[in-house]
């Protein structure tokens, strides 16, 4: 089982930026592929970025693509999301999830396939 826990969200300007890092309990994370999503109120939750379980392949969503990097340290059992140029319509909870998976390349680009979630951080962008 493994517990996720989220920071580094925030108030930010329009045209800011923010690293949001999510921080893995358990010896094997290195076996999840890892994602983050946003949930913005009255909106489904959607994917932000995915990043596989080696951290060699990655995907971003169209909106945050060329704003937004998602890396993995595995030895420190973090990923993290560095978002730029942020914009009002990035509001939102940020939520880290992961999957277990036994391809080292596997990316999952939905909600299917991540089993575990973090509690969310909050990231506000004011215009």
């Known amino acids: 089982q493994v517990q996720l826990v989220e920071s580094g969200g925030g108030l930010v300007q329009t045209g800011g930026s923010l690293r949001l890092s999510c921080a893995a309990s358990?010896?094997?994370?290195?076996?999840?592929?890892v994602g983050w999503f946003r949930q913005a109120p009255g909106k489904e939750r959607e994917s932000v970025a995915g990043i596989s379980r080696s951290g060699r392949n990655t995907y971003y969503a169209d909106s945050v693509k060329g704003r937004c990097t998602i890396s993995r340290d595995n030895a420190k059992n973090t990923v993290d999301l560095q978002l730029n140029n942020l914009k009002p319509d990035d509001t939102a909870v940020y939520y880290c999830?992961?999957?277990?998976?036994?391809?080292?390349?596997?990316?999952?680009?939905?909600?299917?396939?991540?089993?575990?979630w973090g509690q969310g951080t909050q990231v506000t962008v004011s215009s």
């Open positions: 358990g010896r094997t994370f290195n076996t999840y592929a």
């Open positions: 999830a992961a999957g277990n998976t036994g391809l080292i390349g596997a990316v999952f680009t939905t909600t299917r396939g991540y089993v575990y």
